[in-house]
T-cell receptor, first 115, second 114 residues
Framework: GENVEQHPSTLSVQEGDSAVIKCTYS??????FPWYKQELGKGSQLIID?????GEKKDQRIAVTLNKTAKHFSLHITETQPEDSAVYFC??????????????FGPGTSLSVIP | DADVTQTPRNRITKTGKRIMLECSQT?????MYWYRQDPGLGLRLIYY???????NKGEISDGYSVSRQAQAKFSLSLESAIPNQTALYFC?????????????FGPGTRLTVL
């Protein structure tokens, strides 16, 4: 079955610097890669996602890149702010739209942005 | 307004006790899920339900059971709690009609089994 690895497990950056979180997946059939942000005491929320037919996607300060050949995908946060401090989960899924699309989550990265 | 709510938010119990965690949603989604979160392991699926009559085991269902009382309610039970079930538990919903399986999570229940 699918396995998702995520690195680093913890990351500290100075406010204004960039943060990069990397994930790898094992199932080449996976075609949908969401990223979730979990703030303290709250449930995770989708912040950005990418499909396998796209190599990069950007939304303001966050971007995600995908290398299908290497089965790697990464989250990039630029100009980090204290409110970016949270746990970030990557995930991989085989999205067929109608049947159950099992979502496999990575172990998470705890990001701390130091003011 | 919270779309996905969980009760209780925190619970401390003893080994062998029966525990029920409840989840309610106002999103109108048919699909509901229970996940467990442990440090270094991420979110792992316990059970999922596509509708009131459809219940499926996830990757770590042993020691757990679920009940889908209505479209809006999905409960997780630990029949006889054990210490290694100490974890954060999250309920989630999704709507496949959106074309992607975005999960909408509740705020979580922190369960401690002594």
């Amino acid at each position: 079955g699918e396995n998702v690895e995520q690195h680093p497990s913890t990351l500290s950056v100075q406010e204004g610097d960039s943060a990069v979180i990397k994930c790898t997946y094992s199932d080449s059939a996976s075609n949908y890669f969401p990223w979730y942000k979990q703030e303290l005491g709250k449930g995770s929320q989708l912040i950005i996602d990418i499909r396998s037919n796209v190599g990069e996607k950007k939304d303001q300060r966050i971007a995600v890149t995908l290398n299908k050949t290497a089965k790697h995908f990464s989250l990039h946060i630029t100009e980090t702010q204290p409110e970016d401090s949270a746990v970030y989960f990557c995930a991989a899924s085989i999205s067929r739209g109608t049947s159950y699309d099992k979502v496999i989550f990575g172990p998470g990265t705890s990001l701390s942005v130091i003011p | 307004d919270a779309d996905v709510t969980q009760t209780p938010r925190n619970r401390i119990t003893k080994t062998g006790k029966r525990i029920m965690l409840e989840c309610s949603q106002t999103k109108g989604h048919d699909r509901m899920y229970w996940y467990r979160q442990d440090p270094g392991l991420g979110l792992r699926l316990i059970y999922y339900s596509f509708d009131v009559k459809d219940i499926n085991k996830g990757e770590i269902s042993d020691g757990y059971s679920v009940s889908r009382q209505a479209q809006a309610k999905f409960s997780l039970s630990l029949e006889s709690a054990i210490p290694n079930q100490t974890a954060l538990y999250f309920c989630a919903t999704s709507d496949p009609g959106q074309g992607i399986n975005e999960q909408f999570f509740g705020p979580g229940t922190r369960l401690t089994v002594l």
